[in-house]
């Protein structure tokens, strides 16, 4: 028996009954494994995570609708790698206060949730951690094997872990495929044989943003290895202006929506365009431009 290797399939026990069902934590995102979100800076990569980690923690819908609403509450560990407790105040009351607020007029933003009922849960299964100012290295440094031993201490029991941003957590040459395939192996074996997935920050490359292409799984910034390892990424584009004039928004209004893209996923089908716009304080919902369609490059197609 090899030390270095796991015990090989039992063949004949795996195919005298069905295949167990693939337990995802989001859609095409499986327990076990390693996801992406993938942007260029200021286009919202925080606040989804953090509004992801809200809905899985809380039970509640995701951007009204990004993502489905989960079943039950599960416990969330993000570790917030350039934030620190008064930035993460604000994030945190605008997301709540979008879930909770109730409009005279036209109703809850969100589906309403009692605000007791909802902080109840989030003291509960949320646990962030402001990490700004902090040396964490768990991959290229002194001691890192000590700290993935650590997170995946934090994320036995836990549904969902967020690391944000990737850069913030290892000293690696971003451009060398080894580094960023030992990169994810240690990510991989944080939440390994777990009911959590994990989820990156990272961001895109200057030439894909440039080239209207920052839709695409090839768009992560640094060696392909990273986004051929992962098993999950979607991409995070600011509305062009094309796009604009076609779905009709007024130029002024234009830096307020990003459409998200699921430009990976290995165990589902391709996905449609999801279409979110900033409210007040930074949160994210969805939005639907009803018949109208964008074509064309950076159009939404990538897979």
């Known amino acids: 028996m090899s030390d270095l290797l796991p015990p090989p399939l039992d063949l004949q026990a795996i195919l005298a009954s069905p295949p167990p069902k693939l337990d995802f934590v ?39 609708g990004a993502f489905p609403t ?25 997301i709540v206060d979008c ?20 902080v109840a849960r989030l003291q509960e299964n949320l646990r962030i951690y402001p990490l700004q100012g902090f040396r964490t290295r768990f991959h290229g440094a ?7 031993e650590e997170l995946r201490i934090l994320g036995a029991e836990a549904r969902l872990v967020v690391i944000d941003p ?25 939440v390994a044989g777990t009911s ?18 920052g839709d695409q799984q090839q768009a992560v910034r640094g060696s392909s290895a990273l986004t051929d390892a992962i098993r999950w990424q979607v991409n995070l584009v600011k509305m062009s202006t094309e796009e604009a ?17 699921t430009a990976k996923a290995n165990y589902l089908a391709p996905q449609p365009t999801v279409w979110l716009r900033r409210l007040k304080g930074g949160a994210l919902k969805q939005v ?7 074509s064309g490059k950076g159009a939404g197609h990538g897979r």
């Open 26 to 64: 989001l859609p095409g995102l499986v327990a076990g494994h390693v996801g992406a979100i993938v942007a260029p800076g200021s286009t919202g990569k925080s606040f989804l995570e953090l509004q992801i980690g809200i809905g899985i923690a809380a039970a509640v819908p995701i951007a009204e």
């Open 288 to 294: 639907s431009f009803g018949a109208h369609k964008v």
């Open 142 to 148: 002194v001691g890192a094997p000590s700290l993935v």
């Open 99 to 118: 879930l909770t607020y109730q409009g005279a007029a036209s109703g809850a933003l969100f589906p309403a949730i009692d605000r007791g009922t909802l």
């Open 196 to 213: 959590a997935a994990l989820l990156l920050a990272h961001h895109t490359n200057k030439a894909s943003a440039l080239n209207g292409m």
């Open 70 to 94: 989960p079943t039950a509450p599960g416990k969330v560990v993000l570790l917030a790698g350039e934030d620190d407790r008064v930035v993460l105040a604000h994030r945190l009351h605008a």
């Open 166 to 190: 990737l850069r913030r957590f290892h000293d690696g040459d971003e451009n060398d495929s080894g580094v960023m395939t030992d990169l994810v192996q240690a990510c991989e074996r944080i």
């Open 245 to 261: 004039k076609v779905l009709k928004v007024d130029a002024t209004e234009r830096g307020f929506f990003i459409r998200l893209e």
